[in-house]
């Protein structure tokens, strides 16, 4: 992989012309036409990540995504032959949704030999043939419920992560993740199966909490107040600023130092931090697993001592983050109106081995939820300012390339398709 190199004078945005370097136009964060150009040139069009192979330990195992994005439900299973697949989730009889508890537009899980609609009792295989049709001899002459399969939607598995598209003219999952993906292929990420989950719904556009994650030069502030204060007033004044950048246009990513395990100063962390070894940064005892000690070359990419953390923007809506002391987290942004989105976080650790690692591992996650609760508080804020209109364009520095870059990006190809559009 070649990579830049920030030199002594110049900037990591200057090594991207084509992003230019003027203040940025946010209009596409409240234009409700723009929202709706983005469902359908980027979600329509693109790849989309809706889950891990863990979530389908066996044969018949299932889960539903709701994604209004793309305005559909899907379900996504595990056939008979142990293959991953997706279906949109409507049975063919009469249009309900085939899969779902006490409340439809909730998603669901589980595990089952055949899909039967709860409305008429249709039933589906795994590989989705319809197989049962009630009362079928009432049919009309012609009828024959093989014509009736479940549809399908386009699923490929990469690192063990799932993606679909409902583009049946997409290029393959492994071209479109190109070489920033390859770059990380090998990671452990079939070690890390202990998982912590938070969703909640967001009052802003998916691509403003993008922004708020895909730039660390925020935290000395907003997140000042949970570090010591010596350590919070030093971290000000130094400020901040990242260990490499890169484009991989359309996907992107960021290496930053921190997450030293444990920390030189033991100071320099609250007191129970240091009981249960633990903190923002993860458990500071690394988990004894192939894949750790040599690193895939995409990861910590300038090789320095002090790497903490990499951030890797998986267009359009996913974020991937290996951190140095051996778990991964991911990010992801549904939106669901020009100024609303679902925001999800998974963190993902080794299953811990006795009680002390498991409250490790808690104190990582719930630590991490009060960061990511102050990211979310300013965003509620930046969506209703921007909407007055009264400033549309915003500088920004170069510690906010990756932010640059993703705007750059979706008003690009949401120019192709309005043109494209337009021109037929």
Known sequence: MAHFKKPAA????????????????????IDPQFYEDERDAIFRKGWLNVGRVEQLPRIGSYFTRELPCINTSLIISKDNSGEVRAYHNICRHRGN?????????????????????????????????ATFAQQEQEFLEGFDK??????????EVWQGFIFITVNPDAEPL??????????????????????????????????LFIDAFAEFYHAPVLHGKQAVKDESEKLVQVGYEALHYEMFTPHSMISSW???????????????????RSGLFGPWDRPDIEGLDELPPGINPSGHRAWGIDEFEIFPNMSLLPWAPGWYLTY?????????????????FVPPKNARERLAQELAAVTFKEYA????????????????????????????????????????????????????
Request: proline share 5%.
């Open 10 to 29: 110049g900037s990591w945005t200057e090594h991207y012309p084509e992003l230019g370097t003027g203040p940025v136009d946010f209009t596409d964060s």
């Open 97 to 129: 949704k085939l899969v779902w508890d006490d409340f439809p537009g909730e998603e669901t899980s589980g595990n089952c030999r055949q899909f039967t609609c709860k409305y008429h009792a249709w039933r589906y295989t795994l590989e989705g043939e």
């Open 146 to 155: 093989k014509d009736y399969s479940l549809v399908g939607v386009r699923c």
């Open 174 to 207: 492994t071209e479109f993740l190109g070489p920033m993906a390859k770059g990380i292929e090998g990671y452990p990420f079939h070690e890390m199966t202990e998982v912590y989950r938070y969703r909640a719904e967001i009052g802003a556009n998916w691509k």
């Open 258 to 276: 921190g997450g030293m395990a444990p920390p030189k100063d033991l100071n320099m962390v609250k007191p129970i931090e240091r009981v249960l």
């Open 332 to 348: 992801h942004y549904w939106p669901t109106a020009v100024n609303k989105h679902i925001f999800e976080a998974n963190l993902y």
């Open 373 to 424: 609760l102050q990211d979310a508080n300013t965003l509620e804020a930046t969506q209703t300012m921007l909407e007055t209109g009264v400033v549309k364009e915003f500088p920004l520095n170069d510690q906010e390339v990756l932010l640059r870059h993703l705007h750059v990006t979706v008003q690009n190809i949401v120019k192709e398709h309005r043109d494209a559009k337009a021109a037929s």
